[in-house]
């Protein structure tokens, strides 16, 4: 589905990733995982489309189809989408007036969806993202998301400021909007709780604007929790990208 290619990226003039590969099929669920300023917001944006950032080399395919300096909207269009670490506020703008703008489906059906807690309704009536908690900005995030019916969703730190008994809700939910239908994920994280949810196909570590490795999640997860993220520089060892959850076989990290 996503095919990215050797690509290097600049912001600012500044090169920033670095021969970045990455191939994720359909219905399946990637981790990117990375220290803090390791690249990973940055990745999931060049994904997307943001206009600043400069892909110098290398291709960036979806669905067989070469969108390397394709606009945002244009990828949006096309089924990619994103649920931001830190959504911008929208003055002015109801969430219902957003959705009703950009939904796919029918409002009532959307909502219907969504069984969190009673904080739907009036999030509805308020302005998009303003003076939002953490927990209220990741729900707005979600019910635009559902709204669009993505195929391909980033999740950029879903977990941020949610506490475990909303993230594992919505993870759920998640799983049965998203993974049902097929769409592919690509989840950001430094945490451990969201891998136990959604239990990724594969992890892929960065570090300095590069994946170092890629391998299965509980191994990987565990040498980053034990020996850090720079014991993942020395990994020799790559499982096969798509193998599946069951699969004994491990890459050294």
Known sequence: MLKIENITVEYHGKEILKNIDLEIEKGTIHALLGPNAAGKSTLAKVIMGFPQYKVTSGTIYFEGKDITHYSMEERVKLGITMIFQDPPAIKNVKLKELL????????DELLGKIKLNN??????DREVNVNFSGGEKKLSELLQVLSLKPKFLILDELDSGLDLVNLRKITFLIKDEFLNSETSLLIITHRGEILHFLEPHVAHVMVDGEIVCSGDWRYVWKVI???GYEKCRECRGRI????KRSSSEHSSS
């Not at 009703?100 to 409002?107: A, R």
């Not at 904080?119 to 509805?124: D, G, Q, S, T």
């Open 119 to 124: 904080m739907v309704e009036e999030l509805l």
């Open 225 to 227: 929790t034990t020996e």
């Open 240 to 243: 096969p990208l798509f193998a």
């Open 100 to 107: 009703g703008k950009i939904s796919k489906v029918p409002i």
